[in-house]
């Protein structure tokens, strides 16, 4: 029996992946948008792929803000994605 693979859909392509093939973002207490690497971090996650294209779609069309239902402190998003190694 094969083993099950979930999969999430980045919120900048809005194409189905693997979720070991994408970074999952939470937001903290201040709003702030932060990397959530160990993926067990509490509260609201989105999806994104690691590709710097996908990255500039979501910030474009607010795809962000959108997921998390409120306003996202788009610096804080940057910041924490140039830091991954794309």
């Not at 932060?34 to 910030?59: F, H, T, W």
């Amino acid at each position: 029996m094969e083993k099950h693979i979930p999969y999430r859909r980045c919120i900048g392509c809005m194409e189905s992946k693997p979720q070991i093939e994408l970074v999952r973002i939470v937001l903290d207490a201040a709003n702030s948008a932060v990397l959530d690497e160990s993926g067990n971090m509490p509260g609201r996650g989105a999806y994104i792929c690691k590709s710097q294209d996908c990255i500039e779609k979501a910030i474009k069309k607010r795809a962000f803000s959108r997921a998390f239902r409120r306003e996202v402190k788009i610096d804080s998003i940057r910041q924490g994605l140039q830091n991954l190694k794309l």
